[in-house]
């Protein structure tokens, strides 16, 4: 009767083992991305840094003066547009 019960406890068992090593695989993965995205923020930002401090303008004005030539970029490609459709 021990060996009947063994057999048939033995899938359940062999699942709940799987669920674990599931389980610790997925612990494992989310805390590696979560590392992963930290080192990517860093670089992100010393990249920006690193461009900004051969300027010797803040980071904020540089912002600022990149969004304004992103904007007369636009407008003159819209005028640009208009023109060659006449």
């Known amino acids: 009767m021990d060996q009947e019960e063994t057999r048939v406890n033995e899938p359940a068992l062999d699942l ?50 990149i969004a304004v030539l992103v904007a007369a970029l636009v407008i003159l490609l819209a005028v640009g547009i208009y023109l060659g459709a006449r």
């Not at 599931?22 to 930290?38: D, I, R, S, V």
């Open 16 to 65: 709940l083992r799987k669920e674990q090593e599931l389980a610790e695989k997925e612990a494992a993965l989310q805390a590696k991305e979560a590392q992963l995205g930290e080192q990517e923020k860093v670089v992100q930002k010393r990249m920006r840094d690193n461009l900004y401090a051969k300027i010797p303008v803040s980071v904020h004005t540089m912002d600022k003066v």
